[in-house]
């Protein structure tokens, strides 16, 4: 069976052009299909320790993989590319990579809960998601993409890149 899910991806370490599009190898070498992405938006970091700014896009994809075997591959593939998991959630990141959601499915556990439990307050996510499915409504919330980009009250700087 086919699972759909939408992930937010960010970088805001070293080449982070780079370490997106080894992301996307890395997805398409493990049976994941993207089936779109939005463009790369600039954002200055919310939490994080570091002054450098992210580079933020949602894609939505395609995998055979259930849930928690997703989740798995998705946390392999950030401690592959140097994502230090077990340290300080609001260091510099190499990759990172939420998943938003996942089958329309409602799922909490301790180390996982979808849809993602801050997506809808954070411009960073709404923005590119937006630009790829804007009508989508999110479970749980029962609210557009569009709406919650519209009613967001994160006003921090967000700008597309021209690449």
């Known amino acids: 069976m086919d699972n759909f899910s939408f992930l937010s991806i960010g970088s805001n370490s070293g080449d982070r052009i780079n370490n997106i599009k080894l992301l996307f190898e890395k997805l398409k070498n493990s049976n994941v299909i993207i089936l779109s992405n939005s463009s790369i938006y600039k954002s200055e970091p919310l939490d994080s320790l570091s002054d450098k700014n992210f580079y933020n896009l949602?894609?939505?994809?395609?995998?055979t993989l259930d849930l928690l075997s997703f989740f798995s591959l998705t946390e392999s593939i950030e401690v592959k590319?140097?994502?230090?998991i077990k340290n300080n959630p609001n260091m510099p990141r190499i990759i990172d990579i939420d998943i938003l959601t996942f089958n329309n499915k409602v799922y909490k556990s301790e180390f996982l809960v979808i849809p993602h439990p801050r997506l809808y307050d954070r411009r960073f996510v709404l923005l590119p998601w937006s630009e790829i499915a804007g009508e989508y409504i999110l479970p749980k919330y029962n609210k557009s993409v569009n709406y919650l980009l519209n009613n967001v009250k994160d006003t921090s700087k967000i700008c597309k890149l021209e690449i």
Not at 58 to 63: D, N, P, R
Request: proline share 0%; charged share 30%.
């Open 58 to 63: 949602v894609v939505k994809i395609q995998t």
């Open 81 to 84: 590319m140097g994502r230090k």
